[in-house]
């Protein structure tokens, strides 16, 4: 941490900010410039508020060195982490290929679609039993009724699933039931369940917040492992920009800023970021050749009569196409696609 | 809703995106322009899924006419409304003004603040009890003893209290004993959250979350209300954007927009906004030159020790100040402070 | 500045990047810490790329400490700076109350508007003559007519003149002609128009990019004054955000801030900001309150029959009221409107 | 363009309304819905300022349906357009591989790296000659001199050159030397330069404004394309955002969007966008991956002691490598790279 101070402060002043510095237990090292003096703070700073210090009139301004993750940095951990989602590994060189319904709608419907997206190479599925609508009045999804959907066709396909906790209060059966428990954007800073998730070991996907810095990002993933749950895959789904014709703006640059940073695993969501079907496809592509350890695409058999979000799912045989140009793109970047 | 289909398309095609338009219940309505055709969709379309049209060929856009919140809306409840917050009046003309320290650490501390900002003219008392923090590593709040602290001081100084609810594990002990419960930016799209506050009679504070459009966040009212709690009061504080000099910036606008568009209070909080106690004091007064229904204020006897936020505390010498100014805009603006 | 180091950075690395440093005049300074090593840099690093030592594989990331401005700072300027507008003062107590139509029609229009205005207390009258429009098909303004206009209208009224200058092909006339020569928020980068507006005297309004953040603002500033000219008063006109109900999001915070960190004159343009004429009169009262050193509203006549920007200017009866209250603010806050 | 008029009008407010629409020459037709009146306007609405119908107080919001730019649309020219840049083809699968230092220092360093370059399998050659820097004391560009410098080096490469143009002032002479005239971001909406753009016929590399919306976009290649000059290419630089760890967050959507919405090439520039040269290799394979028409790459042979921007360049020998890999992309996707 670096401290600031003001220009022309006087050998007092100094002293009072070094004191305040080294009553919470860091050390405290001077450097006067031509125009201005900086104190540099040596200690661990991870659990020190150092807003605080701007309270301080000689303060200008206050500044971390350090990066306030640990569990989830590469710095402490240099090798990339892989995540073994009941049997499908994620990271390393794995692509996690999720596909399904953006809502559960009857088990005819998510069979339909998990044997066609199967049979294009998924090794995931996915789709929304308890849906976040911004709207009281719209589609809630089918709550415990669409988790059962998804468990029967899990065991007809053997696609582990994954799907998304919205409450505490079913962590216990998605514990149970659920392979890959999903965080959506809008909980990436639930920080009570984010604790929570941390006493099970299920993986989980955590996607990123609509308006999350990448450093936000990983303090929620630091959440999770701090609590004891290593298992945590990101998941960049857009973030809000100015731009409204794509519902979000897809950051793609996050995948090699996690992989720089972090030594988690990243997937990303092309089906929710813009919000139309057809940016799906160059979105998929471009996000693998970026370096992404996976991709969660939307797939609908009938999109014009979907309960929710139609306009961003590939119908099964686009899906299929898809596959196909990925598996080629993988190649070259040197990623396997086990079709 | 308005759906405007691709110049030159066929009868044929118009015919299709009508016929979808029928299955839903709603009537059409046709406009051949020079270029393009729209079809406007007659009906109540709060529960229909507008992004689905989009689905079709045929179709450029679909855009919608009516706001999707009713019970907020001021189109159909013409009048102000008033909150009572245990017998403080907020909204039509009576100011909240909301102090207190961000996190509650002793009663001693909240005990100090609290008389000497009942003193200056404050009717609510503020204080953290159970914090969302950024960081697992920061400090977390004192949770249910922070809010024993806040009861006794209460019971000592008669100010209603305001703290923030978290998680609906403690619903039942903040309906019990807090005034005024307030829903951080963080949780404004909590959804279970929100439908179980539906449940109680308290007053919400609804904070705007730091992403959220005007419409997001009067949806999340939406969701309140339409659950069965009409008491939500508004709270405007600071949204993200390119600017990082200040932690958020404060829409002021939004006070004028919720007014017109809402009949809901709103409160503002110049304190999380700026993250500068320097900024406190112009922004308060003008949020109330702009309109606003209250003030939540941080207020610390001895910031520099603050385990939380203490560079965005006023002292309450500097808060005394405040609150002569603001009654002198307030006595301008037409609205009432009872010192 | 200070530059990071990777944890576990060697000797000779260090000692690699502090010659770096050394080679561009600089003097080092190392802090060893407990997880990783930061260097001090000395001297003046205004003219040096700092992003450079980036390149070198052992760096983490370079700070900047100082300001990168000298002649807009209040650090090496204490004292508030007044800009003489032909006579009429900015800055120091002194409000600027500017208002006329957007864009220049017709003399009739401009003098009905001009002695309206200048009635209700307006000091300074604004009028576009060359006008930045999105649409190459838009009404593009009078051009050199406009500013003929506008001249004949300051004779008469004796109101200065404020108007925006597109291009250094006409920074001639300008200098002769006009008062105050504003900058659009769509030029405020326009380095090589910034330069040439510093080889004269005339006072610059320089209006917030849509997208800058408060030093780029400045440093735009700097541009004008490094190149000679010091008269420049800044103007908050709203920046771009998610937000899209209101055309831009006016950021009230920038006024303490502006006055924090530099000693210049600003000034408010509500209208702009908002894009509806209902949101002018809250967030005039609004900026005053903050303690703006003026205010720039549009003012028209016609607003239905404008020939741009109808939709957010106040007739004169309305401002007329305004100014009435903005009176009564000002007198709290210590600020002189002489009506 | 629709007028979406207030809950409960009067049949003589709607007349009202629709009169002001008749007399600019529009055609109306009135829906009546359940709770409120549509207006839809019929004609060339391009030059009409929609807002002005929002002043009427029966008014709740006038939205447009049809796209405000014609000459750019894929609507009217549904065929991809080529640019031809003095022989090398960019857009309907020709890929244009710019490379170059971001500025030109001199003949040895600006030779050595286009040789090296070209070698790799560079098409373009780009420097900057005038550079548009945030602080009036960093490096400006050597000006002509450097152009004369990329002109001696097109004549011993036979690289037809790429350089950024800043004011109307230098037209002629790029006019003249330079093949691919480049606007950069702070001057998308410089209107006076791009309507002296229209003027000629050279072609003209528009960068996308760092806040500038797709439509924004669209517009200003519409002002160069009405005064006459359709040899437009658009070039995605990364757009502001929260977010900055990164200079720029890179919107590759805007790939598939303007394919859409445009017929124009697009040209992709992952140097400027992320600020740092580790982002450059992924996000290249993302542009190319997901269909860009061109890749704009920084590249230094000795990054350490470049004058600007080191820190995103590329050293020639990662360059080639970049290249190998582009080149397998570009196969899967079906474009051509010329090696």
Redesign the interface.
């Given at each position: 941490m670096?401290i600031?101070l003001?220009?022309r402060t006087t050998k007092q002043e100094i002293t009072r900010v070094e004191n305040?510095v080294k009553s919470r237990g860091l050390d405290t090292?001077i450097?006067?410039?031509?125009?201005?003096t900086?104190i540099?703070c040596?200690?661990?700073t991870?659990?020190i508020?150092m807003?605080?210090f701007?309270?301080?009139p000689a303060v200008t301004?206050v500044?971390h060195?350090?990066e306030?993750y640990k569990l989830a940095s590469r710095?402490f951990h240099p090798e990339d982490s892989m995540v073994d989602v009941s049997g499908v590994k994620v990271g390393c060189g794995h692509l996690a290929l999720i596909a399904g319904p953006c809502s559960v709608e009857s088990v005819e419907q998510v069979m339909e679609i998990a044997q066609a997206a199967k049979a294009s190479g998924a090794n995931l599925l996915r789709g929304g039993a308890f849906k976040?609508?911004?709207?009281?009045?719209?589609?809630q999804g089918l709550g415990l009724e669409g988790l059962e959907i998804l468990c029967e066709v899990k065991q007809e396909t053997g696609l582990p699933i994954v799907t998304e906790l919205?409450?505490?209060?079913y962590l216990d059966v998605f514990n149970e039931k659920v392979d890959l428990i999903q965080i959506g954007a809008?909980?990436m800073?639930?920080?009570?369940?984010?604790?929570q998730l941390g006493q099970i070991e299920r993986p989980v996907l955590l996607k990123r917040?609509?308006?999350a810095?990448?450093?936000?990002w990983f303090?929620s993933a630091?959440?999770i492992m701090?609590?004891g749950n290593e298992n945590v895959i990101l998941c960049e789904r857009g973030?809000?920009?100015?731009?409204?014709?794509?519902r979000n703006?897809?950051?793609?640059?996050s995948?090699?800023?996690v992989r720089?940073l972090t030594h988690l695993p990243i997937v990303v969501d092309p089906s929710h970021?813009?919000?139309?079907?057809?940016?799906v496809e160059?979105?998929s592509?471009?996000?693998?050749?970026?370096?992404a350890d996976g991709l969660m695409v939307e797939v609908h058999n009938n999109?014009?009569c979907?309960?929710?979000?139609?306009?961003?799912s590939l119908k099964p045989k686009k899906y299929d196409e898809l596959i196909r140009?990925i598996s080629?793109?993988a190649k070259?970047?040197g990623k396997k696609v086990d079709l």
């Open positions: 670096i600031v003001k220009p305040m090292h450097i006067e410039g031509s125009e201005m900086i540099g040596i200690g661990d991870t659990r508020d807003k605080l701007e309270v301080d301004k500044m060195v350090q306030p710095a976040p609508r911004t709207s009281p009045y719209a589609f919205m409450s505490a209060e809008r909980n800073q639930n920080f009570d369940l984010l604790k917040g609509l308006n810095t990448y450093e936000e303090m630091e959440y701090a609590a973030i809000r920009t100015f731009e409204t014709y794509t703006t897809l950051d793609l640059q995948i090699p800023v720089k970021a813009g919000g139309k079907w057809w940016l160059p979105m592509k471009s996000a693998v050749a970026a370096g999109p014009e979907a309960l929710c979000d139609g306009a961003q140009q080629g793109i070259v970047i």
